[in-house]
């Protein structure tokens, strides 16, 4: 039996990720945000005060990748780092209110990409689609 890659699910997965990835950075360009920045903000704005170890986990980013990306978002004045009041070794992760501001920009351009993205298809398509990606990687994290 011989291997398709255009085949592959994994291989339309990454194709697909890349090409949205590339698209939101091209909209993202004139506020100066990368998709891998938009994650961390997009956690920070549902809970803001966590820690860089808790950011690491609920992003599925190892702790390195999150540091590195909050080192720019920290130069760009977006966030801050303050020491744990329970832990001097830890920090918590903190927006600034140009952080905070970003979201009312950048929301309703993910939405805008997401919207041209999954122009025709239905809203069972696009939740059975949901369904069945969340399944693989259950079955991928176990």
């Known amino acids: 039996m011989k291997y398709i890659i255009e085949e592959s699910l994994g291989f339309i997965i990454s194709r697909t990720n890349q090409k949205l990835s590339n698209y939101l950075t091209r909209k993202f360009k004139p506020y100066d945000i990368t998709p891998e920045q938009w994650g961390l903000l997009n956690r920070l704005w549902e809970k803001d005060g966590v820690s860089q170890k808790e950011l690491s986990e609920i992003s599925i980013k190892d702790q390195t990748t999150v540091t590195r990306i909050l080192d720019k978002l920290e130069r760009k004045g977006l966030i801050k780092r303050q020491t744990s009041p329970d832990d001097r070794r830890s920090f918590l992760i903190f ?22 993205a999954l122009q025709g298809l239905s809203e069972e398509e696009i939740k059975q689609m949901k369904l069945l990606l969340n399944k693989i990687f259950m079955n991928i994290e176990k």
């Not at 927006?95 to 997401?114: F, Q």
Request: glycine share 4%; hydrophobic share 35%; net charge negative.
């Open 95 to 116: 927006l600034t209110d140009t952080g905070r501001s970003l979201e009312n920009k950048l929301v309703p351009i993910a939405y805008e990409v997401l919207d041209e």
